[in-house]
């Protein structure tokens, strides 16, 4: 018979009681941007967009856990490793190009966050925005990092607000089942451009960047850890930690992507409300259908996830270019210890406000932000394969032949991708 305080141990050591990476890399794909894409998906298309949650999470899942392996095996981020590894045209490229992409990104987002408060609340809708941007890099600059990722964690429990939608309105569970695994599509290239879309903002660039990172930003907070590389006896709990961190942190992220698309395929596109282009119009477009819990639901859902893919986008430029231009980095250090770091979060944050005070469609912003990030997704998901398999990297901890096959289907899906959305409609 065990104790209490050796029951207690036991599950202080369990791999699922130091989650955190892949759990906030995960929820962080489910984005504000990501959400109008997922709805629109269950708007237009139903049931039948179902499949492609199910298709895209191994493989979303072992790209991310081989980011998280090459972080925890070196103790340095995916950009250093990349920049000792390959030309610094391909690294620079890259960065820029993620740059570019998230800056848009978090411009979508935060405008959609404030029209979203402004509706439940009231008031105006720029300035909501302001005061959303100004208390999230306000939390990032002043918050030490171990209080800071306790935030994220728990801001993650926004997600089940889209399980909850579910209890509002009725499911047709037997068609829900055979649907994912059955749909009924016309090869066309509408349908392609939205599953282009629903791909292409499930496997992004940012999560790359931002997993390894907080990888090594976990490795510095507990001071005694080392590099895998330099500690072998830890490598087994520490590699069977990630693989229940990522492979949870993505199911979790997947499995609310595919409650989006089912809640508004139930309420919108049963009620022929097919066009969404906002995860704003979605929130809107639920309300009259479902009623003004199901509305609260789903914008709360908005908020809570915008405020963890809002800073995983400003952070994970930041990483990347700080470990590009070798300046001190890590949300650990004290601003006037990083400031080159805290600067890249800073900016990207301001000018994705300022975008939101242009004539700049935001559709299309997106849009452009997808293909970029389509673009981006190629060649880095290829990068990290070949990390993943080096020695002269990871020493005998490179991955698994199955996670690295994974890792080369993703990135020819991807490939797919880049060139489906650069295609007309």
């Known amino acids: 018979m065990l104790s209490l305080r050796q029951i207690w141990r036991r599950l202080a050591e369990h791999p699922l009681a130091r989650v955190g990476p892949g759990l906030i890399t995960g929820a962080a794909d489910d984005d504000p941007s990501g959400i109008a894409t997922y709805s629109q998906a269950g708007a237009q298309y139903g049931l039948n967009m179902l499949w492609t949650m199910v298709v895209s999470y191994p493989l979303m899942a072992a790209v991310q856990a081989i980011c998280a392996r090459i972080g925890r095996v070196t103790g340095r981020g995916l950009a250093v490793n990349i920049k000792d590894a390959f030309p610094a045209w391909v690294l620079f490229g890259a960065v820029g190009l993620l740059l570019v992409a998230n800056t848009i990104n978090i411009a979508a987002d935060v405008a959609t966050m404030g029209d979203v408060l402004a509706l439940m609340v009231g008031g105006n809708r720029h300035l909501l925005t302001v005061v959303l941007v100004s208390l999230s890099l306000a939390t990032q600059v002043l918050v030490p990092y171990h209080r800071y990722v306790k935030l994220l964690k728990w801001l993650t429990l926004s997600l089940l607000s889209y399980a909850a939608v579910l209890f509002t309105v009725h499911v047709p569970w037997s068609l829900v089942a055979l649907r994912?695994?059955?749909?009924?599509?016309?090869?066309?290239?509408?349908?392609?451009?939205?599953?282009?879309?629903?791909?292409?903002?499930?496997?992004?660039?940012?999560?790359?960047?931002?997993?390894?990172?907080?990888?090594?930003?976990?490795?510095?907070?507990?001071?005694?850890?080392?590099?895998?590389?330099?500690?072998?006896?830890?490598?087994?709990?520490?590699?069977?930690?990630?693989?229940?961190?990522?492979?949870?942190?993505?199911l979790y992220s997947n499995v609310t992507a595919f409650f989006i698309i089912l809640a508004t395929a139930v309420t919108l596109n049963a009620a022929g409300v097919t066009d969404i282009d906002t995860a704003t119009q979605a929130a809107q477009a639920l309300r009259p259908l479902a009623g003004d819990f199901a509305f609260y639901l789903f914008a709360l859902g908005i908020l809570g996830v915008g405020a963890?893919?809002?800073?995983?986008?400003?952070?994970?430029?930041?990483?990347?270019?700080?470990?590009?231009?070798?300046?001190?980095?890590?949300?650990?250090?004290?601003?006037?210890?990083a400031r080159g770091f805290y600067g890249v979060i800073a900016g990207s944050m301001i000018a994705g406000l300022g975008l939101g005070f242009t004539s700049i469609n935001p559709i299309k912003a997106l849009f452009y932000s997808a293909v970029i990030n389509g673009v981006v997704a190629v060649p880095l998901t290829v990068l990290i394969v070949l990390l993943g398999g080096r020695s002269s990297v990871l020493g005998s901890y490179t991955a698994s032949r199955s996670s690295l096959l994974l890792g080369w289907i993703t990135a020819l899906l991807m490939a797919c991708a880049s060139v489906g959305m650069l295609l007309p409609a």
């Open 180 to 250: 994912t695994v059955a749909p009924r599509l016309a090869f066309d290239a509408a349908t392609a451009t939205v599953v282009v879309g629903v791909f292409g903002t499930t496997i992004s660039p940012y999560l790359f960047f931002w997993q390894c990172a907080e990888e090594v930003e976990d490795l510095r907070a507990r001071r005694e850890d080392r590099a895998l590389i330099e500690d072998p006896a830890a490598a087994p709990r520490e590699l069977r930690r990630i693989r229940w961190d990522t492979w949870s942190g993505m």
């Open 308 to 337: 963890i893919g809002v800073p995983v986008l400003a952070g994970s430029a930041a990483y990347a270019i700080a470990e590009a231009m070798d300046w001190p980095g890590s949300l650990a250090a004290r601003a006037r210890d």
